[in-house]
Nanobody, 118 residues
Framework: QVQLEESGGGLVQAGGSLRVSCVAS????????MGWYRQVPGKQRELVAG???????NYADSVKGRFTISRDNAKNTVYLQMYSLKPEDTGIYYC????????????WGTGTLVTVSS
């Protein structure tokens, strides 16, 4: 089993920056891809950014050029640095990890709230 704990959410003004972090514990050697998802009330959870164990990244079109995902494998931590935040970036940000043994097995954190005021 893998446990994920997010931190770093909060309230920020539009145009500001924020970094959220996610620390993995447990069977961390079983983790392949990690990522951040965002969910707002009434909408499905959507992928914001992902990073493979080798460092390859992918981003949602809406955050390209503004968000950067990074990973410190020694600390079992994944970060999402967010710049030029917009009110539409508001949501609960969930950390996600995919099992290296079975890609259908995924782990989720409990989420951290990011609120961007206009």
């Amino acid at each position: 089993q893998v446990q994920l704990e997010e931190s770093g959410g909060g309230l920020v003004q539009a145009g500001g920056s924020l970094r959220v972090s996610c620390v993995a514990s447990g069977s961390v050697s079983n983790i392949n891809t990690m990522g951040w998802y965002r969910q707002v009330p009434g909408k499905q959870r959507e992928l914001v950014a992902g990073i493979s164990s080798g460092g390859s990244t992918n981003y949602a079109d809406s955050v390209k050029g503004r968000f950067t995902i990074s990973r410190d494998n020694a600390k079992n931590t994944v970060y999402l640095q967010m710049y030029s935040l917009k009110p539409e970036d508001t949501g609960i940000y969930y950390c996600n990890a995919v099992s290296a043994r079975n890609s259908r097995v995924q782990y989720w954190g409990t989420g951290t709230l990011v609120t961007v005021s206009s």
